[in-house]
């Protein structure tokens, strides 16, 4: 079963990894590495992505005549935004459970585990078509 593993961080990027020791985020990346080439050698990394801050986010809708209508928001009023993302495909929601709570354990600032709420989901895939 895939399951999409999503990391969110608050919206004060003082609190966060902007405002951390050189050797604070090099552990953080060296974890994050090494979690990943774990999953990617027990065959259930699919695929993940760090993303960028809201500030380079794009709300895109369609404008009635074909053209894309691109706004930078408004957003909804949140306190914490997505900020990577992993797809795995593991044998239950059991697994699952374990790999997010992996990557909740990634060391922060003066080493520290962040201990972050990681959000899991079920990928259900596309709809069935009719036979």
């Known amino acids: 079963m895939k399951y999409m593993i999503m990391m969110h961080t608050g919206q004060d990027a003082t609190e966060g990894i902007m405002n951390w020791s050189q050797q604070d985020v090099k552990r953080h990346i060296?974890?994050?590495?090494?979690?990943?080439?774990?999953?990617?050698?027990?065959?259930?990394m699919v695929f993940n992505e760090g993303l960028t801050f809201p500030d380079q986010a794009r709300i895109v809708r369609h404008d009635g005549k074909g053209a894309p209508a691109v706004t930078d928001g408004p957003f909804p009023e949140a306190?914490?935004?997505?900020?990577?993302?992993?797809?795995?495909?593991?044998?239950?929601?059991?697994?699952?459970?374990?790999?997010?709570?992996?990557?909740?354990?990634?060391?922060?600032?003066?080493?520290?585990?962040?201990?972050?709420?990681?959000?899991?989901?079920?990928?259900?895939?596309?709809?069935q078509a009719d036979a």
């Not at 060296?30 to 259930?44: I, K, T």
Request: charge should be negative.
């Open 79 to 127: 306190k914490e935004f997505l900020i990577g993302f992993w797809i795995v495909d593991c044998a239950g929601p059991e697994r699952a459970y374990e790999i997010a709570a992996k990557a909740s354990s990634a060391p922060g600032k003066d080493g520290q585990p962040l201990g972050i709420p990681i959000e899991v989901r079920p990928i259900v895939g596309p709809p």
């Open 30 to 44: 060296e974890f994050q590495h090494d979690f990943d080439r774990e999953l990617r050698e027990g065959g259930e």
